[in-house]
């Protein structure tokens, strides 16, 4: 039987569009916490602010962003997020005062949540249901590349402490995200009988057929059947935001930061290596077959990390930790997928995004709390122990439910 294509025009697009959208995000992650220390004198706490005011303007609108991807339609609020997106972009330059920096930076989370949620939805909407962990493992495989490439640049960036240099880099990047997104177009796009007009009337009729419900309820701006695996992906968020928010200063404590980006540069390599795999394990094995290997890999990476006195042990644990991280990013976000409804395919892209930014906001907070009070080896230490909690959390609210659901049906089958 002849496989149905996942490298469409369309998808291409959209993944070298999210590429560049993610990538802005990343370098400014490395770039800005230490643009706060060397330019204005801040502590590790105000740098990890600097991340979490950004990821605290996404998680207050990822709810309505799912809302309004499902209602308004995917790509036309993809571009819409990618405009105000680049506007942000815009207006660091010149930007004098803490205040008003970080008020532009709420501003940019905003957009970035938009945008990326509206984006991951297109992607789930293009690739072929039979092939959807290979098809949005390939997609978030842009993602990931984008998280460890990002903060490599953005060092590299930053290396002159010009900040009109870095803005100017990231304004450029986020342009060309912007173009892509234009450039899409919806399967089947013609005219008023788009995909996207039927997804959005069909959704429409699925919205009249359900009896009113007055009052604010959480599931209007939440899916619930994506909220479990989406609170792991915060734990594991939660743990990961010590890798580009710290890395470079860590280095720098540990006399290695000329290692600093050729350990993201590794870390990208083993994602990229292994991701074709790790998409058809999905899709042809359960998705604990992924799991639990990637969050020991990743968990013994962050300990591996926590010990490290030469480049060649950072180095290591990047290796083990790209392997883990790899197996893990697309395994959640494609469950918070398929175990939502179709027609609520934004919502449940918005309650996975909202969980993993509030998890990286909060982490780089917290982390950065942590490598004030101790050090940075300290700090790894905990991000280790926060992964293995992630294992745990995995087993109860996902892995443990699902097989209690299994074995209700197959013993009703059988009665």
Known sequence: MLREKIWTRNFVIICVSSFFMFLTFYVLTTAFPLYVRDSLHGNQQQMGLVITIYVLGGVLIRPFSGQWVDRFGKRKMAVIGMI????????YFGTKGIILFLIIRFIHGMSYA??????STVAATIVPGSRQGEGMGYYTMFMSIAMVVGPALGLFLWKDKNINVLLLAICIIAALSLAFAVGLRMPRDKGPESAEAQTADAA??????????????LSSFVEPAALPISLVGFILSFAYSSLSSFMASFTEEIHQSQVTGTFFMVFAVMIVAFRPVIGK????YKEHYLYYPGIGLFAVGMFLLS?????AMVL???VIM????????PCFQTLAIKLSPEHRRGSANGTFFLMFDLGYGLGSYFMGMIASISDYR???????????ICAGGYYLLHHRPRAKQASYHQKANVA
């Open 307 to 311: 010990q490290a006195h030469s480049a």
């Open 316 to 318: 290591f644990a990047g």
């Open 322 to 329: 790209g392997i883990g991280y790899g197996a893990l990013l």
């Open 114 to 119: 938009i945008a990326s949620t509206a984006m």
């Open 378 to 388: 300290m700090m790894y230490l905990a991000a280790g122990i926060v992964t293995l």
């Open 204 to 217: 429409a009729e699925l919205a009249a057929s359900q009896p009113v419900k007055k009052g604010w309820r």
């Open 281 to 284: 394990v999905f899709d042809r």
């Open 84 to 91: 105000i997106f680049l506007l942000a972009c815009l207006c």
